[in-house]
């Protein structure tokens, strides 16, 4: 079976056996001209100069997927860097993106109709500004296009890496419902149900109006490590540099050996070297795992309402509204441990105060006649707990038609993303040195202690943040004049927008009331606006020159040119060659260059450290904005050819390099160690010598160049009385992910390897769809490279991790002409995660931890 093969070159070879196998049935149909994403001319051209992914309803439908994220992050091109629900410790919890090329989510441009949308209300690890997929309606999805190429020319920044264009129904007769409910099999208790609704009236042909409406809600149970198997006890002991993932708690003087009290709660006693290699002696620890949140629990509902008007014969209006909530529930952590590096946020001096962790003399837990430091997770207080509460929503209305030869289109937006997020069981720092004083808590035996004083150290806080963009955009199309070899296309345009971010924390985080915060302030608005050009020029027969350039203004860092050139030639009625050169940029986002503070807590191995030098140690980094920032330049090459042999085939291959100046990123922890006698302001080490907080900035730090091809492969084959059938592949090999892992270094290929976040060499997708009657089936293949550990990831010895195929089933069955019954299998034969040393267990950007999940769906259309 596929999901055994380790290379991804099984698929490609039978997909090119059957589309040399069996001939043409079908003859090509005349086309009408279009706009295509990436371009503002209207074409007849199927395949274009720039490689454009185009998914349909019908492959949305049989790929089995249950939200807009799923189909779109399963595409090959999402190499990496790109993140879900998973990312459970992310200021946007609950949330999904997409990186194409891997080269992050601020990279790729989600557009709806062809239009912007909001970003989500607040940073993803500070910096990437991005939309959240899953506040995008299901239902009402017609197509979507993945443009693969660097689209600044056309669309502006955020445009490097690709566009992807989620396309709406613009007219739909009739309603169809639908219900699905699925969980998993192999005993984690997930379930997931989610429903539809799709309904539409009037034709612009015939009424003069059309108006489509869909409504769709989804609902997933939270999974917890300790529901899955294998992850369960937290023993990684049989893996390549695994360990027992526990965690040592209640002890005296930072000496984990010396215990604080008897064992209570979850605490057992662990051998000292199985859960930190060369130590010995005993600890009190416990399994993380009931505290550690997979995937959260979700509840999302998403509408769409978008009406056409007929104007007169060459004027139509037309207006949309998107609205979308949803809400992330999650476990945030154990109870909170209190001990060395215990800190609370001075908002007046705008850093971290030290928190004394320290027994006093007298303390019931403090038998000596010294004060005695001490770490103790609070377990009587519970587990901490988040939820993310978020509100979407886009409203446009505009006007297209054709006056004195030209097309246009003008519209105005508004959308936005609003964020309410509540933290609970989190610790009162008042209320901690009030009881640590008087004696009043017994961290030594939890049982012990009153209700009341646990109330009085509890804490729950509420952090809101709100995104919104306001956008004017215009651009119309003509033919100049008619060229011997074809019309001469132009097209012109104009935009401006405003996004603006105000990304709060909680009153309890700015009174310093809350122990250990975790801050993300954002607060920034700019300006945009921006004039392009276009021309389509048809050189001589089969032979179209693209040329295209904007220009940016922004308010906050001055201006950015953009041109594309690119050319398609119709070598042969079954070879297509294009290629495009082009200059993008992407704007320093507003975390990186308005009014911004983070504190966000990481790992970092010290080589000074007096206890640990050798081991990761958790710190805190302090992270703040730099209004010098300039944008990020780059290069984009994209060569490609398509072999049409007839009608039903199809291979695409496309060469992409991209070559980034300048990108953003703060300077890395290692290298701020490495340079702390020349900038020891960076570092803030306790009495120990331990760091406890690392001090960073944004700036424009270096170079990336990244490079590959994908592959595409289509192929229909009539089987007579035995029906029809459908295979697809794409598959994308990445040849260069290279950046320097330390300012002024070389570039380090990064690519089969996880130096700058796990990019596999090769990710494919492969799917065949038979249709016979009322039974139609898809089996998918989803194939994901393994890639080498590196020692920045934290392996001590050489590790690869593994590939992973998984195999995805979807049977419909047409009951009736209005009713459908599908059954659907996602990961058929329950592959697991490929272990990764670094990440704990597996790299959630990569893979999925439920195993195999089946479900039900019923469609009925009337």
């Known amino acids: 079976m ?11 070879a039978i997909s090119l056996a059957l589309a040399a196998a069996f001939p043409s049935l079908a003859a090509a149909q005349e086309l009408e001209r279009v706009i295509v994403t990436g371009s503002n001319i209207r074409t007849t051209q199927k395949e274009g100069a720039s490689a454009v992914q185009v998914i349909s309803a019908r492959e949305i439908a049989a790929s089995g997927k249950a939200s807009i994220a799923d189909v779109i992050r399963a595409i090959s091109a999402n190499s990496g860097n790109s993140y879900n629900e998973q990312y459970t410790g992310s200021f946007s919890a609950g949330t999904a993106g997409l990186s194409l090329r891997g080269i992050g989510q601020k990279n790729t441009l989600i557009l709806v109709n062809g239009k912007r949308v909001s970003p989500y209300a607040t940073a993803q690890d500070l910096q990437e500004v991005f939309v959240d997929l899953n506040s995008l309606p299901m239902a009402a999805v017609q197509r979507i296009e993945v443009l693969k190429d660097g689209a600044s020319s056309v669309y502006g920044s955020d445009a490097v890496a690709g566009v992807v264009n989620i396309i709406l129904y613009k007219e739909f007769k009739g309603t169809e419902l639908s219900a699905q409910y699925g969980s998993a099999t192999e005993g984690t208790g997930q379930s997931e149900k989610s429903a539809a609704l799709q309904t539409g009236f009037g034709s612009l042909a015939k009424d003069g109006y059309s108006v489509v409406f ?62 930190t290699p060369g130590k010995s002696g005993s600890v009190q620890a416990y399994n993380n795992a009931q505290f550690k949140t997979l995937i959260p629990g979700i509840s999302r509902i998403h509408a769409s309402l978008r009406g056409t008007l007929q104007l007169n014969d060459s004027t139509e209006a037309y207006a949309d509204l998107l609205y979308g909530h949803s809400r992330a529930d999650q476990t945030f952590g154990a109870p909170l441990t ?8 001075n908002n007046a001096r705008q850093q971290l105060d030290n928190i004394s962790v320290v027994l006093p003399v007298g303390h019931p837990n403090n038998p000596g006649a010294a004060p005695l430091p001490f770490t103790a997770t609070l377990f009587d207080l519970g587990a901490r707990t988040k939820r993310d509460s978020v509100d979407f929503f886009r409203a446009l209305a505009g006007v297209k038609g054709a006056v004195a030869g030209w097309e246009y289109d003008a519209s105005v937006g508004r959308s936005g993303s609003k964020l309410e997020e509540t933290v609970n069981n989190f610790v009162n720092r008042y209320e901690f040195e009030k009881v640590l004083a008087e004696g ?28 919104t963009l306001t956008t004017l955009d215009f651009n119309a199309s003509r033919e100049l004049a008619e060229l011997p070899a074809g019309p001469l296309g132009f097209a012109l345009g104009a935009q401006w927008r405003r996004e603006e971010m105000d990304s709060q924390t909680s009153s309890a985080v700015l009174s310093g009331t809350e122990l250990r915060p975790a801050i993300n302030i954002i607060q920034g608005r700019r300006d945009v606006a921006a004039l392009f050009a276009e021309f389509n020029v048809p050189v001589v027969k089969d032979l179209n020159v693209n040329l295209a350039g904007r220009a940016d203004r922004y308010s906050d860092f001055g201006s950015a040119f953009s041109p594309k050139a690119s050319v398609r030639y119709q070598a042969a009625q079954w070879l297509l060659l294009r290629g495009t050169a082009s200059r993008g940029f992407r ?16 790992s970092v191995i010290d080589p000074r450290d007096p206890v640990t030098p050798t081991q990761a140690r958790g710190v805190t980094n302090l992270t703040i904005a730099n209004a010098e920032l300039r944008p990020e330049r780059s290069g984009n090459l994209n060569l490609g050819f398509v072999i049409a042999p007839n009608a039903d085939s199809s291979i695409g291959v496309d060469y992409y ?37 690392l001090y960073r900035q944004y700036a424009n730090q270096g170079d990336r160049l990244v490079s590959g091809i994908d592959i595409d492969l289509r192929h229909r084959v009539g089987l007579g009385q035995w029906g029809k059938l459908a295979l697809n ?59 080498d550990q590196t020692a920045r990831a934290g392996a001590q010895a050489s590790e690869r ?47 999925d931890p439920r195993g195999r999940t089946a479900a039900v769906k019923v469609n009925y259309r009337f």
Request: charged share 20%; proline share 6%.
């Open 801 to 847: 991790v593994k590939p992973v195929g998984t195999v995805d089933v979807n049977l419909a069955w047409k009951v009736t002409p209005a009713a459908t019954l599908s059954f659907i299998v996602q990961n058929l034969s329950d592959k697991r995660p490929s272990w990764d040393s670094s990440t704990a267990f597996f790299d959630f950007t990569q893979a």
């Open 587 to 602: 704007a320093p986002s507003l975390p990186e260059i308005t009014n911004s503070t983070s504190v966000s807590y990481g």
């Open 657 to 693: 390099r991209i070559r980034t100046k300048g990108v953003i990123d703060t300077e890395s922890a290692e290298n701020i160690i490495a340079n702390e006698k020349s900038a020891p302001e960076k570092v803030v080490r306790d009495a120990q010598g331990r760091i406890q907080t």
């Open 729 to 787: 592949a794409q598959l994308s090999h990445v040849f260069k992910f290279e950046a320097p892992l330390a300012v002024g270094e070389p570039l380090t290929n990064g690519a089969g390897n996880n130096y700058f976040g796990s990019i596999p060499a090769w990710r494919g997708v492969t799917s065949a769809t038979w249709e016979q009657g009322a039974v139609a089936g898809t089996l998918t293949w989803n194939y994901v490279d393994g890639y």
């Open 214 to 275: 869909s409504l769709d809600a989804q609902q997933r149970d939270k999974l917890q490590q300790d529901q899955v198997a294998w992850m369960a006890g937290s023993d990684f002991r049989g893996n390549a540099n695994g360990a027992l993932a526990w965690v040592p708690a209640n002890y005296l003087n930072n000496d984990p050996t010396r215990f604080l009290g008897g064992q209570q709660g979850p605490l057992q006693l662990q051998p000292y070297g199985a859960i």
């Open 338 to 345: 209190v001990g060395s590096g215990l800190r609370a946020w």
């Open 440 to 467: 009043s808590y017994n961290f030594a035996d939890q049982s012990r202690n009153s209700e009341a004083v646990r109330k009085r150290l509890r804490l729950s806080t509420l952090r809101p943040a709100e995104s």
């Open 2 to 12: 596929f999901a055994q093969s380790s290379t991804p070159f099984a698929p490609l």
